[in-house]
C-alpha cells in the first residue's frame, strides 16, 4: 500500500481545514441533503463528504455507512486531494496502488472508488465528495455528472459557512467560531500534547477614540488593527478573532509559550507603530494594546478545559489593563 503524499500547499490546506471549525460544525444538514440526493441520482451503495485533517479522514457526511473517520494514511481521498479532477477506481483489488489498502481487504471491503476535491473558499483542496461501492464497477458518465454537480452544491454551502464565520467589519473570524476552533485544537492537542499558544489583546482607550472621532472613523480603526494583527500571525494556522468590541484574540496550535510571547510583543509594538492618535488624556497619544498570552498543553489538564484556559488569558489581559495598559502579561511557564 502507497499512503498518499502530503500536497505541496499542505500547510496552507491545513490551515484552511482548521479555519472551518470541527467538522460536525460545518452545514452538516445541508450537506446531508446533498449527499442524500447523489444517493438516489448514483446507483452506488456509498455517497460521503469527507475532510482530510492532518491525521485523519473525517466523514462529514456519509450514506450508506456507519464510519466517522479513518486514517488519513490508508484513505483513498488522501490520493484524491492531489488531483484537479475526478479519481476513479474500478477494481481495487488489482490496483497497484490500493490492492493491499486496508479498507479494500478489510471492512468496508472497497472495489469501486471515484471521488473529486472539494475545495475552501480560499481554493484549498481541504476533502473530496466520493461515490463507493464493495465491488468492482465501470466509470460513468452518470457518476462522473453527478460528482461534479454534487462538488458545486458543496463548495456553495461551505462558501456560506466561511461567510457566517466572519466578523463582517474587520473580516477577522468571530467570536462564534473562536469557541468553536478553541475547543477543536484543544481536542487535538489532548490527542497528539503539543502546545496551544493564546493572545488575548484589548485596544486602549477605544471608547475616547470613538467619543472624539466618531464610530465610522472608529470602525475604520478596528479595521486597521485586525489587518495589522493578522499581517503578524503569519504562520499558517495561526487565527485572529475580533471576540468583542475592541478585543481580539490570535490562537496558535503547536505553539510553545516563547513562541506565543514573541508573537504577542511583536503585535503590540505593530499596533503602536500605527501611530493612530488617541485623544484619551491618560494614553500616550497613540492607539496601543493591552495583551495577555499563554500556552496550555492541555494533555497535562493545565487548566483543565478550553473554557478555564480562556479565562485564565482573559485574566491576563485585564491585569495589563490595570496594570497601566500598553504591556504584555504572559504566563508563568508550567513546570
Known amino acids: 500500500m502507497e499512503s498518499p503524499p502530503l500536497p505541496p500547499d499542505e ?33 452506488v451503495p456509498t455517497i460521503f463528504f469527507s475532510v482530510i485533517d492532518q491525521d485523519r479522514q473525517i466523514f462529514t457526511s456519509i450514506q450508506g455507512l456507519d464510519i466517522c473517520e479513518t486514517r488519513r494514511e490508508d484513505s483513498f481521498c488522501g490520493h484524491t486531494i492531489l488531483q484537479h479532477d475526478i479519481m476513479v477506481v474500478e477494481n481495487a483489488a488489482t490496483s497497484p496502488l490500493f490492492h493491499d489498502n486496508p479498507l479494500v481487504v478489510g471492512e468496508p471491503y472497497i472495489g469501486f472508488y471515484a471521488g473529486i476535491p ?122 485572529v478573532f475580533r471576540v468583542g468590541g475592541e478585543e481580539f484574540a490570535i490562537l496558535l496550535p503547536n505553539t510553545p509559550e516563547n513562541g506565543t510571547a514573541e508573537l504577542a510583543e511583536r503585535a503590540r509594538k505593530a499596533v503602536k507603530a500605527l501611530g493612530v492618535n488617541n485623544p484619551e488624556p491618560r494614553s500616550q497619544g497613540i492607539m496601543t494594546l493591552s495583551i495577555g498570552a499563554a500556552a496550555a498543553r492541555p494533555a497535562e489538564s493545565r487548566p483543565p478545559t478550553p473554557e478555564a484556559f480562556f479565562r485564565s488569558v482573559d485574566d491576563l489581559l485585564y491585569q495589563a489593563k490595570s496594570g497601566g495598559r500598553d504591556r504584555l502579561i504572559m504566563a508563568e511557564e508550567s513546570p
Open 11 to 43: 500547510p496552507q490546506r491545513q490551515a484552511a481545514v482548521t479555519a472551518m471549525g470541527p467538522p460536525d460544525l460545518t452545514p452538516k444538514e445541508h450537506c446531508d441533503r446533498i449527499t442524500r440526493l447523489l444517493a438516489k441520482a448514483v446507483d
Open 118 to 239: 472539494i475545495r475552501s473558499p480560499e481554493g484549498y483542496k481541504v476533502g473530496s465528495l466520493c461515490a463507493t461501492d464493495n465491488r468492482p464497477r465501470q466509470f460513468t458518465e452518470a457518476i462522473a455528472q453527478s460528482l461534479h454537480d454534487g462538488r458545486g452544491l458543496l463548495e456553495s454551502e461551505l462558501l456560506l459557512r466561511f461567510q457566517s464565520i466572519r466578523d463582517p467589519l474587520t473580516e477577522a473570524y468571530n467570536r462564534r467560531h473562536f469557541d468553536d476552533i478553541l475547543a477543536r485544537e484543544w481536542a487535538r492537542n489532548q490527542r497528539t500534547g503539543s502546545p496551544l499558544g493564546l493572545i488575548m489583546a484589548d485596544i486602549d482607550h477605544f471608547k475616547a477614540y470613538n467619543d472624539e472621532y466618531g464610530h465610522l472613523q472608529g470602525d475604520v480603526c478596528l479595521r486597521e488593527i485586525a489587518a495589522t494583527l493578522q499581517s503578524e500571525a503569519k504562520r499558517s494556522g495561526d487565527l
